[in-house]
C-alpha cells in the first residue's frame, strides 16, 4: 500500500521558519524521487484545497504559488528519498494543513489536486502573529 508520510507541521511565530518533509513508503518508495512529481498542498476549514508548490520528476523544475514564491522552497534529497518544503517569513495567512501529494504522470498540471494519485496525511501548521 502506497503512503506518503509528512513531517514538521507545528507552532511557529510569524516571520519565522519551518521546514516540512515528505517521503513514501510502499511500492513507489524506491521510485518516489525519481518518478513522480511530489507537490504540497495546504488546505483551510471551508476552503479548498490551495497549490503552494512542486517538483517535478521529469526536469526537476519547481513551481510555486505567488503567494509563497520567494519565501518558500522545495526541494529533494535523493539519498533520503525526501521532498522538502523550506519555509521563511511566515505569515498568519500560512496557517493551514499541509499535504503531500505525488504523481507519476508526465504532464504539467502541476496546480490541479485532482492530477495527484497519492496523497499524505496531512500535518498543521500554526502560525502565530
Known amino acids: 500500500q502506497v503512503q506518503l508520510v509528512e513531517s514538521g507541521g507545528g507552532l511557529v511565530q510569524a516571520g519565522g521558519s519551518l521546514r516540512l518533509s515528505c517521503t513514501a513508503t510502499?511500492?513507489?518508495?524506491?521510485?518516489?524521487?525519481?518518478?513522480?512529481?511530489t507537490a504540497w498542498f495546504r488546505q483551510v476549514p471551508g476552503k479548498e484545497r490551495e497549490f503552494v508548490s512542486a517538483i517535478s520528476w521529469v526536469d526537476g523544475g519547481t513551481y510555486y504559488a505567488n503567494s509563497v514564491k520567494g519565501r518558500f522552497f522545495i526541494s529533494r534529497d535523493d539519498a533520503k528519498i525526501t521532498v522538502t518544503l523550506q519555509m521563511n517569513n511566515l505569515k498568519p495567512e500560512d496557517a493551514a494543513v499541509y499535504y503531500c501529494a505525488a504523481s507519476p504522470r508526465p504532464g504539467r498540471n502541476y496546480y490541479t489536486a485532482s492530477w495527484y494519485d497519492f496523497w499524505g496525511q496531512g500535518t498543521q501548521l500554526i502560525v502565530s502573529s
Open positions: 510502499g511500492p513507489i518508495y524506491s521510485d518516489f524521487i525519481t518518478s513522480y512529481t
